[in-house]
T-cell receptor, first 114, second 115 residues
């Protein structure tokens, strides 16, 4: 079975600063994807960034980047130049292939402080 | 492009009653997921459909939960009878089979309160 662990239930960061959210996972699979999803208060979950396990290069999307350490089974999210709109729950997710089953962590509540 | 639609958005029932949720995925999306998200937790996969076939329902409490996806488009999730611990947000998501990363698109969810 796959498990995803987010050890930081809550975090805060000053506006314009950088914050890193941690995620570790456990799997015996070799073919998988990793994702970070954002769930703003009372709003829909949206994809922030994804990483294919077979790619060594870390994914980057504008202010969001990941540090993917496959051997350590670690997948952290770095948010640079934090903005007030980044305040949300962030979920780390693992997708197994084939089959595309998803497994989510328990989430990290991020608050950006003005 | 229209997103994933869910209804109702909110539902309050008493324990032992029945309830049904509806999901309309994005047009053309072959894969449909139902998740249960209890307050303060991450989404837990209940059931995954590929077209109208079930791919994974290992975490679906089959004694009280059922789901179907007729014609491979809309889906309904039913709880009968409901328990207090079923209070949660039920999320529907869909993805386009064949895309390498299979991004999921989520609906707004149905918030269920069981009294």
């Amino acid at each position: 079975a796959q498990t995803v662990t987010q050890s930081q239930p809550e975090m805060s960061v000053q506006e314009a600063e950088t914050v890193t959210l941690s995620c570790t996972y456990d799997t015996s699979e070799n073919n998988y994807y990793l994702f970070w999803y954002k769930q703003p208060p009372s709003r829909q979950m949206i994809l922030v960034i994804r990483q294919e396990a077979y790619k060594q290069q870390n994914a980057t999307e504008n202010r969001f980047s990941v540090n993917f350490q496959k051997a350590a089974k670690s997948f952290s999210l770095k948010i640079s130049d934090s903005q007030l709109g980044d305040t949300a729950m962030y979920f780390c997710a693992f997708m197994k292939r084939p089959g595309n089953q998803f497994y989510f962590g328990t989430g990290t509540s991020l608050t950006v402080i003005p | 492009e229209a997103g994933v639609a869910q209804s109702p958005r909110y539902k309050i029932i008493e324990k032992r009653q029945s309830v049904a949720f509806w999901c309309n995925p994005i047009s053309g999306h072959a894969t449909l997921y139902w998740y249960q998200q209890i307050l303060g937790q991450g989404p837990k996969l209940l059931i995954q459909f590929q077209n109208n076939g079930v791919v994974d329902d290992s975490q679906l409490p089959k004694d009280r939960f059922s789901a179907e996806r007729l014609k491979g488009v809309d889906s309904t999730l039913k709880i009968q009878p409901a328990k207090l611990e079923d209070s949660a947000v039920y999320l529907c998501a869909s993805s386009l089979r064949g895309i390498s990363y299979n991004e999921q698109f989520f609906g707004p969810g149905t918030r269920l309160t069981v009294l």
